[in-house]
């Protein structure tokens, strides 16, 4: 089974990081008929769509010029893109150093979904010593169980208590969703618990969001919001088959959002197949970024040891604008170009277009060193190269590739000081594995330090 990588978890941490405390839609009550109907089903009759829903919520026009005036949803999803809920884990929870046996106790409880167990708990500590983490698990629990005058007195007092930065700004953010949720007139009480639950995966409160979706769920299952939190709520804790059965609950839907989701959770169970088809639907349903849809599917045809297709998925991410921004969206197509499907001026013109986006990069530098070097032209190679070492001397790929080229040209004695270099550097990575069998094929036959 695949498992979630840091790097994806720190990438979408960002997307989290840069909520604007945002707005919730959810529909009055549209049936979902299509349980049944498959991802290919539904790539072979949905039409394109690449607008986005308007906010079904309904907002009563006030016409009182006495009462203050009442926001209108925006239009537009805060779900819509994936970065900002999956796997934003926050490593950080209120209490997690506390030294009171009670609060761990609590704490513990919340993790076995004891919910209302852990508030009786969290009450006895504040009867004892009432604290800031305390006062805010109060809060939570009570916007959980729908005690709404109870939630705000204890994220205030927490507020107040003002003892945790973190915990602190915590606890305004969930105050701050009855102010939000008031300015709009007539609505529903779930529209509440929604903002509620969200701000809790926001928080790392995944346990107490994922109890109180449940019941969302299950007393108005034709709210669409409540089953996408739901699932990316599974989704950040692995449980993917779940994840996958909630968020098949809204299909079909014209959220690309929901079939990006669909595609990371049929990823990690391994059904490739159905993971490219969710992907193939948010395309169509007009998911953006387009350019991660594209490197989701290159990886899996990676997986799958389809270079030809892979290569072709991460040249189409290099496309789209926005990609064109990160240099690591260059490796991979270059590698594939240059070392496995042997079309090296496709490898150049991607290692060019890196070159011209990030001049001052050293992987920039690299990549292209890395592709002359396979046209055999060795004096353009030997300049990239060395200029990549100059720029970032710590970068292994450049002391690999310089050692390939004192290889190609006969200076053994050099290519193996740099293969030693890359492995150094890389001593459990791709790079320095690579380097280490190149070295030890020439044979260890130098020691020292030769300048390059």
């Given at each position: 089974?695949?498992?979630?990588?840091?790097a994806?978890?720190?990438?979408?941490?960002?997307?989290?990081?840069?909520?604007?405390?945002?707005?919730?839609?959810?529909?009055?009550?549209?049936?979902?008929?299509?349980?049944?109907?498959?991802?290919?089903?539904?790539e072979?009759?949905?039409?394109?769509?690449?607008?986005?829903?308007?906010?079904?919520?309904?907002?009563?026009?006030?016409?009182?010029?006495?009462?203050?005036?009442?926001?209108?949803?925006?239009?537009?999803?805060?779900?819509?893109?994936?970065?900002?809920l999956?796997?934003?884990?926050?490593?950080?929870t209120?209490?997690?150093?506390?030294?009171?046996?009670?609060?761990?106790?609590?704490?513990?409880?919340?993790?076995?979904?004891?919910?209302?167990?852990?508030?009786?708990?969290?009450?006895?500590?504040?009867?004892?010593?009432?604290?800031?983490?305390?006062?805010?698990?109060?809060?939570?629990?009570?916007?959980?169980?729908?005690?709404?005058?109870?939630?705000?007195?204890?994220?205030?007092?927490?507020?107040?208590?003002?003892?945790?930065?973190?915990?602190?700004?915590?606890?305004?953010?969930?105050?701050?969703?009855?102010?939000?949720?008031?300015?709009?007139?007539?609505?529903?009480?779930?529209?509440l618990?929604?903002?509620?639950?969200?701000?809790?995966?926001?928080?790392?409160?995944?346990?107490?969001?994922?109890?109180?979706?449940?019941?969302?769920?299950?007393?108005?299952?034709?709210?669409?919001?409540?089953?996408?939190?739901?699932?990316?709520?599974?989704?950040?804790?692995?449980?993917?088959?779940?994840?996958?059965?909630?968020?098949?609950?809204?299909?079909?839907?014209?959220?690309?959002?929901?079939?990006?989701?669909?595609?990371?959770?049929?990823?990690?169970?391994?059904?490739?197949?159905?993971s490219?088809?969710?992907?193939?639907?948010?395309?169509?349903?007009?998911?953006?970024?387009?350019?991660?849809?594209?490197?989701?599917?290159?990886?899996?045809?990676?997986?799958?040891?389809?270079?030809q297709?892979?290569?072709?998925?991460?040249?189409?991410?290099?496309?789209?604008?926005?990609?064109?921004g990160?240099?690591?969206?260059?490796?991979?197509?270059?590698?594939?170009?240059?070392?496995?499907?042997?079309?090296?001026?496709?490898?150049?013109?991607?290692?060019?277009?890196?070159?011209?986006?990030?001049?001052?990069?050293?992987?920039?530098?690299?990549?292209?060193?890395?592709?002359?070097?396979?046209?055999?032209?060795?004096?353009?190679?030997k300049?990239?190269?060395?200029?990549?070492?100059?720029?970032?001397?710590?970068l292994?790929?450049?002391?690999?590739?310089?050692?390939?080229?004192?290889?190609?040209?006969?200076?053994?004695?050099?290519?193996?000081?740099?293969?030693?270099?890359?492995?150094?550097?890389?001593?459990?990575?791709?790079?320095?594995?690579?380097?280490?069998?190149?070295?030890?094929?020439?044979?260890?036959s130098?020691?020292?330090?030769?300048?390059?």
């Amino acid at each position: 089974m695949k498992k979630l990588t840091w790097a994806t978890v720190l990438v979408l941490l960002m997307g989290l990081m840069i909520w604007t405390y945002a707005f919730f839609h959810l529909p009055e009550s549209v049936p979902l008929s299509v349980n049944n109907v498959t991802l290919e089903e539904q790539e072979k009759t949905d039409p394109v769509n690449t607008e986005l829903l308007e906010p079904e919520i309904k907002v009563v026009e006030n016409t009182s010029e006495e009462k203050q005036e009442l926001k209108e949803p925006e239009p537009e999803n805060v779900l819509k893109s994936g970065d900002d809920l999956i796997l934003a884990k926050e490593t950080f929870t209120p209490g997690n150093d506390s030294g009171k046996p009670l609060v761990r106790e609590a704490k513990e409880l919340i993790g076995d979904y004891r919910i209302k167990e852990a508030l009786d708990v969290f009450r006895q500590a504040d009867t004892q010593e009432s604290d800031q983490v305390t006062q805010y698990y109060l809060g939570i629990l009570s916007a959980y169980l729908g005690q709404r005058e109870q939630a705000q007195e204890y994220l205030k007092q927490a507020i107040e208590s003002n003892t945790h930065p973190k915990t602190t700004a915590y606890a305004q953010s969930f105050l701050d969703i009855y102010s939000y949720f008031a300015s709009f007139q007539d609505a529903k009480i779930e529209f509440l618990d929604a903002l509620i639950c969200k701000e809790l995966l926001a928080a790392g409160e995944f346990e107490i969001a994922i109890d109180k979706l449940r019941y969302i769920t299950t007393a108005h299952p034709d709210y669409v919001d409540a089953w996408v939190l739901l699932g990316s709520a599974y989704l950040i804790q692995g449980k993917y088959d779940k994840a996958t059965t909630a968020l098949n609950e809204v299909l079909p839907t014209d959220r690309g959002e929901v079939y990006y989701w669909l595609g990371l959770a049929y990823y990690y169970q391994d059904d490739l197949n159905k993971s490219v088809s969710a992907y193939n639907q948010a395309l169509r349903k007009g998911y953006q970024p387009r350019y991660r849809l594209y490197e989701k599917i290159g990886d899996i045809y990676l997986d799958e040891n389809n270079y030809q297709k892979a290569a072709e998925q991460y040249s189409k991410a290099l496309e789209e604008e926005e990609a064109k921004g990160y240099i690591d969206l260059y490796i991979r197509p270059v590698w594939l170009y240059n070392d496995v499907l042997n079309e090296p001026y496709q490898a150049l013109y991607l290692a060019q277009q890196a070159l011209l986006y990030h001049p001052e990069h050293a992987m920039a530098h690299n990549l292209v060193g890395w592709t002359y070097l396979t046209l055999e032209d060795y004096e353009q190679a030997k300049t990239h190269l060395k200029q990549a070492k100059q720029i970032d001397p710590n970068l292994p790929a450049a002391y690999l590739n310089l050692g390939r080229y004192f290889e190609a040209i006969g200076e053994d004695e050099l290519a193996i000081q740099n293969y030693e270099d890359a492995y150094r550097l890389d001593p459990e990575g791709a790079v320095g594995e690579s380097a280490e069998k190149r070295r030890l094929g020439l044979g260890d036959s130098s020691k020292g330090s030769l300048e390059v």
